[in-house]
């Protein structure tokens, strides 16, 4: 199934989902039921319901707005968990969330969607009369709402708690819906957290399916996975401008899009591939980051040495060419940000990492104003500790042979006596060294989380030369990492 694009394509999508329940799965598990089933109980038989618009309706509703259950693992893995289970805060058991959306790298929650049969009804009150968003709040304040919604908004609240709890993440979208009607939560934390208001503006509600497709841009604004983890996908330069106004766009930095190819030869030794695309990081002064690539060119990383700076000549051509363009087009004319700068500069990197991770062995890396990870030269010249045999001599070689290949076990696109490696046993285990709670500030600004090495670019390159790496201006910084070369 293809990524949907638009709030047009989500119509078109949902329109078919929804004639397809109407027009062949509900008829056919009727069809079943009476067969199979003759006239069971009621209840009995609104519980079945509840299951089979999951699969028929809810499940197709959802991959319609890019919430996936289904993804290859080339495609990258699924942001979508049915029958997740957490720990409930309220009552210290295991409850299951019908459906709990992530943030992929991180299992992050970013929304609970909790699925109800289908005769389930829209709140109402015996008192007042307001609208039902309005209605909502108020039950979230405890009057008494119609039928069971007061359980299922108390429900609701020890399911964000409990998320809370485990991961110190509020998700960023509650759903509850009954295959017909649509109740989103905008901003949970008001809603469901100590000290909320339960703002009625914050609660957006669909009346049915009807209301859903009258008002198809507000779901997709609201609802899609990109629009909920905040973060737009990856551009082409023709759509920069319909994204962000050149007005408030105010740092642009190069970066890498890189593919770690891993092989296994069935008679001989297969070396590291090591794919790359340029990207172009831009910012928006309102917290925004976009990323624009120019796909199909992609470059590789080459095996044979002396055609490394050929290599990187290329993708130097390349970037300047993808910034030039991305300024043409938002009649700008920024130059590439600083690496050490962003690593300084707290929210916007905390929105961009240096270094993450966006598939199996794929990843997008900042490199700031340099167009590669890697540098022509070392940033300091002789060094001996490019070649395994000097440190051995000195007793400060990696353990417990050479590296003479290029590995895929460990890591190492380099090899002994390239200027791009290091046999430093020292530099070696410092960067292996797992950024923790308590080192953190000593390590200073780190892409990792607690227990994750403190080499940026760890998990596809484990020997490079700190001083052939574009992020050395910014690991030299850290006062626990101290290189033997001494400038």
Same mark, same amino acid.
């Given at each position: 199934?293809?990524?949907?694009?638009?709030?047009?394509?989500?119509?078109?999508?949902?329109?078919?989902?929804?004639?397809?329940?109407?027009?062949?799965?509900?008829?056919?598990?009727?069809?079943?039921?009476?067969?199979?089933?003759?006239?069971?109980?009621?209840?009995?038989?609104?519980?079945?319901?509840?299951?089979?618009?999951?699969?028929?309706?809810?499940?197709?509703?959802?991959?319609?707005?890019?919430?996936?259950?289904?993804?290859?693992?080339?495609?990258?893995?699924?942001?979508?968990?049915?029958?997740?289970?957490?720990?409930?805060?309220?009552?210290?058991?295991?409850?299951?969330?019908?459906?709990?959306?992530?943030?992929?790298?991180?299992?992050?929650?970013?929304?609970?969607?909790?699925?109800?049969?289908?005769?389930?009804?829209?709140?109402?009150?015996?008192?007042?009369?307001?609208?039902?968003?309005?209605?909502?709040?108020?039950?979230?304040?405890?009057?008494?709402?119609?039928?069971?919604?007061?359980?299922?908004?108390?429900?609701?609240?020890?399911?964000?708690?409990?998320?809370?709890?485990?991961?110190?993440?509020?998700?960023?979208?509650?759903?509850?819906?009954?295959?017909?009607?649509?109740?989103?939560?905008?901003?949970?934390?008001?809603?469901?957290?100590?000290?909320?208001?339960?703002?009625?503006?914050?609660?957006?509600?669909?009346?049915?399916?009807?209301?859903?497709?009258?008002?198809?841009?507000?779901?997709?604004?609201?609802?899609?996975?990109?629009?909920?983890?905040?973060?737009?996908?990856?551009?082409?330069?023709?759509?920069?401008?319909?994204?962000?106004?050149?007005?408030?766009?105010?740092?642009?930095?190069?970066?890498?899009?890189?593919?770690?190819?891993?092989?296994?030869?069935?008679?001989?030794?297969?070396?590291?591939?090591?794919?790359?695309?340029?990207?172009?990081?831009?910012?928006?002064?309102?917290?925004?980051?976009?990323?624009?690539?120019?796909?199909?060119?992609?470059?590789?990383?080459?095996?044979?040495?002396?055609?490394?700076?050929?290599?990187?000549?290329?993708?130097?051509?390349?970037?300047?060419?993808? !910034?030039?363009?991305?300024?043409? @087009?938002?009649?700008? *004319?920024? &130059? %590439?940000? =600083?690496?050490? #700068?962003?690593?300084?500069?707290?929210?916007?990197?905390?929105?961009?990492?240096?270094?993450?991770?966006?598939?199996?062995?794929?990843?997008?890396?900042?490199?700031?104003?340099?167009?590669?990870?890697?540098?022509?030269?070392?940033?300091?010249?002789?060094?001996?500790?490019?070649?395994?045999?000097?440190?051995?001599?000195?007793?400060?070689?990696?353990?417990?042979?050479?590296?003479?290949?290029?590995?895929?076990?460990?890591?190492?696109?380099?090899?002994?006596?390239? !200027?791009?490696?290091?046999?430093? @046993?020292?530099?070696? *285990?410092? &960067? %292996?060294? =797992?950024?923790? #709670?308590?080192?953190?500030?000593?390590?200073?600004?780190?892409?990792?989380?607690?227990?994750?090495?403190?080499?940026?670019?760890?998990?596809?390159?484990?020997?490079?030369?700190?001083?052939?790496?574009?992020?050395?201006?910014?690991?030299?910084?850290?006062?626990?990492?101290?290189?033997?070369?001494?400038?």
């Amino acid at each position: 199934m293809s990524r949907v694009c638009n709030a047009d394509d989500f119509l078109l999508r949902f329109r078919g989902i929804r004639k397809a329940y109407k027009d062949l799965f509900a008829p056919r598990v009727a069809q079943i039921r009476e067969k199979y089933a003759g006239k069971p109980e009621e209840a009995l038989l609104d519980q079945s319901l509840e299951a089979h618009i999951r699969v028929y309706f809810v499940n197709a509703l959802l991959a319609s707005l890019n919430w996936r259950l289904d993804l290859h693992p080339e495609d990258g893995l699924p942001n979508l968990i049915p029958e997740a289970p957490v720990r409930s805060q309220q009552k210290s058991t295991i409850r299951f969330l019908d459906y709990l959306g992530l943030e992929r790298q991180t299992t992050n929650p970013l929304m609970i969607v909790e699925t109800k049969r289908p005769s389930a009804e829209l709140p109402r009150s015996r008192k007042l009369a307001a609208t039902y968003s309005e209605l909502v709040s108020r039950g979230l304040a405890g009057e008494p709402l119609n039928r069971e919604w007061n359980k299922w908004l108390r429900d609701l609240r020890d399911y964000v708690r409990s998320a809370y709890a485990r991961t110190q993440k509020v998700p960023n979208r509650v759903v509850i819906t009954n295959g017909d009607w649509l109740i989103v939560f905008l901003d949970p934390q008001d809603a469901f957290l100590e000290d909320g208001s339960a703002n009625p503006n914050r609660i957006l509600v669909f009346r049915d399916y009807t209301d859903i497709e009258n008002r198809f841009s507000e779901a997709f604004l609201y609802f899609e996975y990109q629009q909920v983890l905040g973060e737009a996908p990856a551009l082409t330069p023709g759509e920069l401008s319909f994204h962000v106004s050149p007005e408030v766009v105010d740092r642009i930095m190069h970066g890498l899009h890189l593919l770690y190819i891993e092989e296994r030869g069935i008679y001989k030794y297969s070396p590291p591939v090591i794919k790359v695309a340029p990207i172009v990081f831009v910012h928006s002064r309102y917290g925004g980051w976009f990323r624009v690539e120019a796909p199909p060119n992609t470059y590789d990383l080459p095996h044979d040495r002396d055609r490394l700076q050929q290599h990187l000549e290329e993708v130097q051509r390349a970037a300047k060419e993808l !910034l030039d363009e991305v300024n043409r @087009r938002l009649g700008t *004319s920024l &130059k %590439a940000f =600083p690496l050490y #700068s962003h690593y300084d500069s707290g929210d916007e990197f905390e929105a961009l990492h240096g270094v993450a991770e966006c598939g199996e062995n794929e990843y997008l890396v900042v490199t700031g104003e340099t167009t590669h990870y890697l540098l022509p030269q070392p940033s300091i010249p002789n060094c001996s500790y490019h070649d395994w045999t000097a440190c051995s001599r000195a007793g400060i070689a990696l353990n417990p042979r050479p590296i003479l290949v290029r590995s895929t076990s460990p890591r190492s696109f380099f090899m002994s006596t390239e !200027l791009h490696h290091c046999a430093h @046993r020292d530099v070696s *285990s410092a &960067k %292996a060294t =797992p950024i923790t #709670s308590a080192n953190r500030q000593r390590c200073g600004q780190r892409s990792g989380k607690d227990g994750q090495a403190f080499c940026e670019i760890w998990r596809f390159e484990r020997h490079l030369c700190c001083r052939t790496c574009a992020f050395e201006e910014v690991c030299a910084r850290a006062s626990v990492f101290q290189l033997p070369c001494r400038r």
